[in-house]
C-alpha cells in the first residue's frame, strides 16, 4: 500500500530534480523529462515459441509460486505464519515471535513484488515511469489476484495471467465506447461475485416467520 509514496519519490527524483534516473539527453529531455532509457544490461530476456513470447518474467513467477509453497508447506516458517494468520493469540501462547513473523513476511512480500516491478520494467517497459504504479493500480489488482486464488500461490500465477489477459485487452480496445475505468469494474464484479459465491457455500440462508 504503500505504492503512492514511492511514485510520489520517483516523481520527484525524474521530474523535479536532476538525479541519474532522469534521461538529460536531447532538447525533448530538458523540457518535458522522462525516466532513463534502462541499460541492454537491464532487459530481461525473453523466448519465442511457435510466435509466442515467454518471458523471463514469467518463468521467475512460476518458480516463486513453487518456492513460496514449499516454504509455507514444508518448512516451521511457513506453520507458525499459517498459526499466527489464523490466530495471533494461539502463535503468542505456543511461543511463536508474531511480531518477527509478521515483519518477515512484509519483507518477503516487498522482495517479490520488487521482483513483479523488475519483471515489468525488464521485460516490457524498459523505462522507469513512476506514473506506471499509480495508473495501473498493481497493487489494488494484486489484491484482487490474492482474493481470487485464496491465497494458492499456483492459482496466483493463473488468476494473475487471466486478469493481466482482461487489462491488456482493456488497454487495447479503450475508446468512445469502452472507457479506461470499465477494466476495474469488471475485476471488481468478479471479485464480488466470487465472495458472494463463498458466502453461500459457508452459510445457510434461512428465513424464519
Known amino acids: 500500500m504503500l505504492s503512492y509514496v514511492v511514485a510520489l519519490v520517483l516523481d520527484y527524483l525524474i521530474f523535479d530534480s536532476h538525479s541519474y534516473l532522469r534521461d538529460t539527453t536531447g532538447f525533448e529531455a530538458s523540457v518535458f523529462p ?9 532487459t530481461w530476456s525473453s523466448w519465442g515459441i511457435h510466435g509466442l513470447v515467454l518471458p523471463l518474467g514469467f518463468l521467475v ?21 499459517r498459526v499466527i494468520r489464523d490466530s495471533a493469540r494461539a502463535g503468542r501462547y505456543a511461543g511463536m515471535p508474531t511480531r518477527r513473523k509478521i515483519i518477515a513476511v512484509m519483507c518477503l512480500s516487498g522482495a517479490i513484488a520488487g521482483l513483479g516491478g523488475a519483471s515489468q520494467d525488464g521485460d516490457f517497459r524498459h523505462q522507469i515511469d513512476p506514473r506506471g504504479l499509480t495508473q495501473a493500480n498493481y497493487g489494488y489488482t494484486g489484491i484482487v489476484v490474492a482474493a481470487l486464488a485464496r491465497y ?23 475508446g468512445a465506447d469502452f472507457p479506461n475505468g470499465l477494466v476495474g469494474v469488471l475485476q471488481g464484479l468478479i471479485l464480488f461475485c466470487a465472495l458472494g459465491g463463498e458466502l453461500f457455500v459457508r452459510y445457510r440462508v434461512r428465513l424464519a416467520w
Open 34 to 42: 522522462q525516466g532513463k532509457i534502462l541499460p541492454d544490461e537491464a
Open 61 to 81: 513467477a512460476v518458480g516463486l509460486a513453487v518456492a513460496v509453497w514449499g516454504l509455507y508447506a514444508r518448512t516451521r516458517f511457513g506453520f507458525e505464519v
Open 152 to 174: 494458492n500461490p499456483f492459482a496466483v500465477v493463473l488468476i494473475a495471467f487471466l486478469l493481466g489477459g482482461l487489462q491488456n485487452a482493456g488497454f487495447t480496445l479503450q
